[in-house]
C-alpha cells in the first residue's frame, strides 16, 4: 500500500514569487520580510458591558477563590498525602492496572493573570471566550524557565500570550499580546491560538505558528478584513522581542507546527490537512498545499525522526479505514503512504495523537493514539507494537508525552479536553522496564477542596532537563460544575511544577 509523489508541480517554488498551490496560482505580497517587534506586556482592558452567564461566571469565580489566585497571579506550594488517594471513579483500578506513589510530591501552583479576564457577548456567530492552552511547552536550560501559550479563542479582539514560568522566583509572565504585535486591529479578524509545538532550535528563539478560532474555518467576510491566515513567528525569551516572518500560505492556519532542529525546517499542517514544509534558514517554502490524492495528514501530530529527518504522521482520508501512517521524505519532497497503522481500540482504529519528541536508545518512539492506545514505533523496523491502553479510566485522551533523560520514564496527563478531573486529573508515570502505570499524584480534587480551582484536562506538559521537574498548564478554572453533567470546564488557565521526589523517579 505504498503511494509516492514527486512534489515539484505542487510545492511553493518561492514564498515571494508567484506561489503554486493544488494548481492554483496565488499572489504573494513582496513585503514579507521578517519584522522585529519590540512590545511589552501591557493589560488588556476589561469589557464595560457583561453578559448574565458572565456574570454568574464572575460571581461564581470570585466566591470560590478563597485564596485570591484569579487576579493576582501569585504561586502556593503544597505538599499533601491526599494527592494519593484515588477519586472512587478510578479506585477499582489500583493495584491492576496502576500503583501508587508512596511519597507526595511538592507542586507549585499558579493561575495566570492574563487579561481580560471576563469576555463580553460574541460579536459574530463565533463560541464565546474563554481562556485555554493547546499546543505544547518549551523549557529553556539556560535560564531554567518554563514556556508556553495560551489564547482566549476569541475572533476579533482576540488576546494570545506567550506564558512564562521562573521557577526561582515563583513568578508568571506573560508576553506581548501577539495579535497586536502582528499590528491587527480590532475589527480585523484576528487568532486565539497557538496550537502546535513551541520549539527552541539552539538560542533563545522560541518557534510557533499560529491557528484561527473559528470552524470549519474563517468566513468569507472576516477575510474581507484583511486577515490572510496563520503567521511564522519566533519570540526571543531573553529580550522579549518577537519576530514574524509573515503568512507562508494564504488562507490557511496552522493547529499543528513543529521544527526539526536538527534540518532547521519548520512543519505545518492546516485545518484541511494543508501541509507546510518551510526553510528556516532560507526563509521560504519548501512544500505548500495538499497531499496526493488518497493522503490527508492528520493536523494534531507531526512525528520528526530525529536520525533520518523524515516527518510521520496519521492518514485522516476518509478511505484509509485503518489511518495508516504517512510518511514525507524532505529530502526528495515525497510522500509515502506506508502499511504501519497505530494500534485500534475496541477493533477501531486511531490517530496517532501525541509522540516522544525523539528516538530513545533502542530506535523507538513512543506514542498514543486518540483513543488512548499506546504503542512503540521503530523507524527503522517499520515496525509498531502495541503497549495498551494509556489509562483505565474514561478520561483517556493525552496530548503529550515526555521521556526521562535516562529514557525508563514516559510522563503523560490523560483526559486532556476538559474532563481530566473526572478522573482525578492524574500525573502517570509509565516505566517501559515494567510496562506498569505509576500515579505520582491525583491533582483533583485537592485543588478544588483547597484553592476551589479545577484542573480539568491538560494538553502539555514538560520536563526539566534533568527529569526532576514536570511543568504542567491546566485548562480549567473556578467552577460549581455537577461531575454527572459537568458542561465546559475552560475558563482560565493554571500552570502546575510537580518536583517528583527522587525515590519515584530511580532510574
Request: aromatic letters at 14%; charged letters at 25%.
Amino acid at each position: 500500500m505504498k503511494f509516492q509523489f514527486l512534489s515539484t508541480s505542487l510545492a511553493i517554488l518561492a514564498i515571494f514569487a508567484t506561489t503554486h498551490v493544488a494548481c492554483q496560482s496565488l499572489k504573494i505580497p513582496q513585503n514579507e520580510n521578517p519584522k522585529k517587534i519590540q512590545k511589552s506586556y501591557v493589560p488588556a482592558p476589561e469589557a464595560k458591558e457583561l453578559g448574565e452567564e458572565e456574570l454568574k461566571n464572575r460571581e461564581t469565580a470570585e466566591k470560590l477563590d478563597t485564596h485570591k489566585m484569579l487576579y493576582t497571579g501569585k504561586v502556593v506550594v503544597d505538599q499533601d498525602k491526599s494527592m494519593l488517594e484515588p477519586p472512587e471513579r478510578v479506585a477499582q483500578y489500583e493495584g491492576d492496572e496502576y500503583v501508587m506513589a508512596e511519597t507526595p510530591p511538592m507542586v507549585e501552583f499558579g493561575v495566570i493573570p492574563a487579561t481580560p479576564f471576563w469576555f463580553p457577548e460574541p460579536v459574530d456567530d463565533h463560541h464565546r471566550a474563554m481562556w485555554a492552552n493547546w499546543g505544547q511547552s518549551a523549557y529553556y536550560p539556560k535560564n531554567g524557565h518554563f514556556y508556553t501559550s495560551i489564547g482566549d479563542n476569541g475572533s476579533y479582539d482576540a488576546h494570545l500570550y506567550v506564558v512564562e514560568y521562573d521557577p526561582e522566583a515563583k513568578e508568571i509572565g506573560l508576553s506581548a499580546e501577539v495579535n497586536e504585535v502582528i499590528g491587527r486591529p480590532d475589527d480585523m479578524f484576528s487568532e486565539g491560538k497557538i496550537h502546535g509545538w513551541l520549539d527552541f532550535i539552539e538560542g533563545p528563539e522560541l518557534w510557533f505558528c499560529t491557528y484561527w478560532s473559528k470552524y470549519p474555518e474563517v468566513h468569507e467576510e472576516d477575510w474581507q478584513t484583511g486577515y490572510r491566515g496563520g503567521h511564522i513567528m519566533t519570540y526571543n525569551v531573553e529580550t522579549g522581542d518577537f519576530t514574524d516572518y509573515g503568512v507562508p500560505m494564504p488562507r490557511a492556519s496552522w493547529p499543528a507546527s513543529r521544527v526539526d532542529p536538527n534540518r532547521r525546517m519548520l512543519y505545518a499542517t492546516g485545518y484541511y490537512c494543508e501541509f507546510l514544509a518551510w526553510d528556516i534558514d532560507n526563509r521560504k517554502v519548501h512544500w505548500a498545499g495538499h497531499q496526493p490524492d488518497g493522503i490527508q495528514m492528520s493536523n494534531r501530530v507531526l512525528l520528526i525522526d530525529d536520525k533520518t529527518g523524515m516527518l510521520y504522521t496519521s492518514n485522516r482520508h476518509e478511505d484509509d479505514h485503518e489511518k495508516h501512517f504517512i510518511k514525507y521524505d524532505p529530502y526528495k519532497n515525497r510522500f509515502e503512504l506506508t502499511e504501519m497503522a497505530a494500534p485500534p481500540t475496541d477493533g477501531q482504529a486511531g490517530e496517532m495523537r501525541a509522540s516522544t519528541i525523539r528516538r530513545n536508545s533502542d530506535g523507538i518512539f513512543y506514542g498514543v493514539t486518540t483513543p488512548g492506545q499506546m504503542f512503540t514505533f521503530d523507524p527503522d523496523k517499520e515496525e509498531i507494537v502495541d503497549l495498551g491502553l494509556c489509562w483505565p479510566g474514561e478520561e483517556r485522551y493525552t496530548t503529550s508525552l515526555e521521556t526521562s533523560p535516562g529514557e525508563r520514564y514516559i510522563y503523560y496527563v490523560p483526559g486532556a479536553h476538559g474532563k481530566g478531573c473526572l478522573d482525578g486529573s492524574p500525573l502517570v508515570q509509565y516505566d517501559t522496564k515494567t510496562q506498569t502505570k505509576k500515579v505520582l499524584a491525583f491533582l483533583s480534587p485537592f485543588y478544588e477542596e483547597k484553592y476551589g480551582y479545577t484542573p480539568s484536562g491538560s494538553f502539555s506538559l514538560k520536563l526539566d532537563d534533568k527529569g526532576e521537574r514536570v511543568f504542567i498548564i491546566w485548562n480549567g478554572g473556578f467552577f460549581d460544575y455537577d461531575p454527572e453533567n459537568p458542561g465546559s470546564l475552560f475558563k482560565h488557565n493554571a500552570i502546575m511544577l510537580v518536583h517528583i521526589p527522587e525515590s519515584e523517579r530511580e532510574e
